[in-house]
């Protein structure tokens, strides 16, 4: 008798990139893989970008499948999740009785702390971290202290899935022109660490610095969820700079917008599809204000801030594409060094073995260069270089 094997995703984004690893020979898959998504806009746009790639059996959705008593399965199963909707997992992983669980980690979470939802017996049934490599050496720490092997999903493999997608249209049904800008524009990135006004402000200002850098033609991808006040308040702004401004809201993955072949640059603010967008495809991209989002992001321990963090040490800042024609790229930092000391400030207590390396990688690079990625009070509050308390070599 064959596995059964259930794949978690709400987002597109998760859907493609475990289709890749399906794609690559990645996925534990022995029988016939059923899709279990939730009942929001992101899970719908899930159940479409499966269905248009064809390599799934069927859709369920996790409120039908735990709607009633006792197990979900009684024979073995395999479970593979998205570290996007890891709520969603446990909650299945608890109704069954024989399981095996792969986590997917998108958005750069494979280099950062194991986050809480990931732990108890969830993290003890993870048998494998896949990852996307979109940042090629650089060493994953999910579920590392348990010594949970991670292993890359090509980005060929990715590629070539977005491929077979149906092309992006335009809400006009048009196609997309060449050469055009793709604005990032969902609130996920985010939410809880910038107010309404400042959300506001953020999407106005990368269309108008867009433009200004002579990126006229763009389209905006902007959350469904997005008042018409804010709308209104865009359209205004391109119309400002005579900017050629589509808003569309879907919720197609990035990627299928990438792999029309007429986005030519990429702009948006603490998005790791910005990275994706470099190191998969070769398209020009900027960020704006990916430093203000890392200050406000709270807890510290958020799991977006190892995402935004790679895009703030790798992405030119758009400010600077006024100036120079490709913009200036972001001052080098020593990438392994960083991402662990950042993912120690996370999760001290889950990296304690890491300290040794980040007090040393800390000490080393200049006070401005350390307040990009953690505040001085985080530092101090943790003993580390560049806060304002004595630095100890062990915490505690």
Do not use: N
């Not at 070539?160 to 793709?182: I, N």
């Not at 709270?298 to 995402?307: K, L, Q, T, Y």
């Amino acid at each position: 008798m064959s596995t059964r094997c259930y794949l978690v995703a709400t987002s597109p984004h998760e859907v493609l990139v475990m289709a890749a690893a399906w794609r690559a020979g990645s996925l534990p898959v022995a029988g016939p893989l059923v899709l279990v998504v939730g009942t929001g806009t992101g899970s719908r746009a899930a159940r479409r970008t499966a269905e248009q790639l064809g390599f799934v059996e069927r859709v369920v959705v996790l409120d039908e499948l735990l709607g009633g008593d006792g197990r979900v399965e009684d024979s073995p199963v395999e479970l593979v999740v998205g570290s996007a909707s890891l709520e969603a997992g446990r909650a299945l992983a608890r109704r069954l009785l024989e399981v095996s669980i792969t986590l997917v980690a998108v958005d750069g979470d494979a280099y950062g702390p194991t986050p809480d939802l990931v732990r108890g017996r969830f993290a003890r049934l993870v048998s494998r971290v896949l990852h996307l490599d979109i940042v090629p050496g650089l060493t994953p720490l999910l579920l590392a202290e348990r010594h949970v092997p991670a292993a890359p999903v090509p980005l060929d493999d990715l590629r070539a899935l977005a491929a077979t997608l149906p092309a992006a249209l335009l809400p006009d049904g048009g196609r997309v022109v060449d050469p055009t800008t793709l604005v990032l524009g969902s609130a996920a990135r985010w939410d809880d660490a910038l107010d309404a006004d400042r959300q506001t402000d953020l999407l106005v200002a990368l269309v108008q610095r867009c433009a200004e850098a002579g990126h006229s033609r763009m389209v905006l991808l902007l959350d469904p969820r997005t008042r018409p006040r804010v709308r209104r308040q865009l359209e205004k702004a391109a119309a400002q700079v005579r900017a050629d401004l589509t808003v569309v809201d879907d919720q197609s993955p990035a990627e299928q917008w990438l792999a029309t072949g007429a986005v030519r640059f990429v702009v948006g603010s603490a998005a790791p599809d910005l990275v994706v967008a470099q190191a998969a495809y070769g398209i020009r991209a900027a960020q704006l204000d990916t430093d203000v989002v890392l200050k406000r992001l709270a807890p510290f321990s958020d799991p977006r801030r190892i995402g935004a963090t790679l895009v703030q040490a790798l992405v030119p800042d758009l400010r600077s594409w006024t100036s120079a024609p490709e913009g200036e790229a972001p001052p080098v930092v020593d990438l392994p060094g960083l991402v662990t000391a950042v993912a120690y400030a996370m999760q001290p207590e889950l990296l304690a073995g890491h300290r040794p390396a980040v007090i040393e990688h800390l000490a080393t690079v200049e006070d401005g260069t350390r307040r990009r990625f953690v505040r001085r009070r985080r530092l101090g509050e943790l003993r580390l270089p560049g806060g304002k308390r004595k630095v100890r070599a062990t915490l505690g």
